[in-house]
């Protein structure tokens, strides 16, 4: 099994209520929409355990027109509403940093879903969150 060239890692939300929503519920979301399972590669829940999603070795469906070669990982949570546990940083900055480190990619290949699709994703609150981190990496 040959692993992809990576060059970007999307961060999202679920959009959904984060005490109540699993990577099972997100799975069946994406297989309604006709997609062959999960289209992200982790998935952060509130408690901060981080669960996988579709396989590292395929590409991921959660940003249309920039699967291919980038990591999808959601944050399960509605981030417009409600604000991400300190369990969700804290595994999101463990997650990010290996992911950086494992690519071997600057943190400017890191995004918000919003920034290369008409979507409000990831919430605004992770949105700042994001942004000041890729900002303040090192």
């Known amino acids: 099994m040959t692993l ?3 060059k970007k890692i999307f961060v999202h939300h679920s959009a959904s ?3 109540t929503t699993t990577t099972e519920r997100i799975d069946k979301w994406h297989k309604e929409r006709g997609w062959n399972g ?3 590669h982790f998935v952060i829940h509130h408690d901060g355990s981080m669960h996988l999603g579709r396989p590292l070795h395929k590409t991921g469906a959660h940003c249309k027109g920039h699967n291919t070669g ?7 949570g509605n981030f417009m509403e409600e604000d991400m546990s300190e369990n969700q940083l804290l595994s999101l900055d463990l997650l990010l940093r290996g992911l950086l480190k494992r ?3 600057r943190s400017n290949k890191l995004h918000a879903h919003r920034e290369f699709g008409e979507t409000l ?3 605004d609150k992770l949105f700042d969150w994001v942004d000041n981190w890729r900002n303040n990496y090192v």
Do not use: D, E, N, T
């Not at 980038?70 to 399960?76: E, L, Q």
């Open 103 to 105: 690519f071997q990619l």
């Open 121 to 123: 994703c990831p919430g």
């Open 17 to 19: 209520p984060a005490k």
């Open 70 to 76: 980038s990591i999808g990982i959601c944050v399960v």
């Open 4 to 6: 992809r060239r990576i």
């Open 38 to 40: 999960i289209g992200y």
